[in-house]
């Protein structure tokens, strides 16, 4: 990953990226990707379906928790 020169990074920003692992597929709403990894992970929710939430949401635990793989440590240097 070049920091001194963001620009010359490959971005992307995935929709509806799904991973499938152990036989269980998981979907998640938006991937970002850096030169082909994965960055970050992005769960949209509608707020006008439903109250807001006292605290952080949570609905990432059961991506990490059903595919470790997901946000498995990536070291790049």
């Known amino acids: 990953m ?7 990074n490959d971005w992307l920003a995935m929709a509806q990226f799904t991973v499938i692992e152990n036989g269980s597929k998981r979907r998640a709403d938006v991937v970002l990707f850096v030169n082909g990894l994965p960055l970050a992970v992005i769960e949209l929710k509608n707020g006008t379906n439903r109250p807001p939430s006292p605290g952080p949401s949570t609905s990432s635990r059961p991506i990490r928790r059903r595919s470790p793989r997901c ?3 990536i070291q790049s240097w």
């Open 2 to 8: 070049d920091f001194a020169d963001p620009d010359a």
């Open 71 to 73: 946000s498995a440590p």
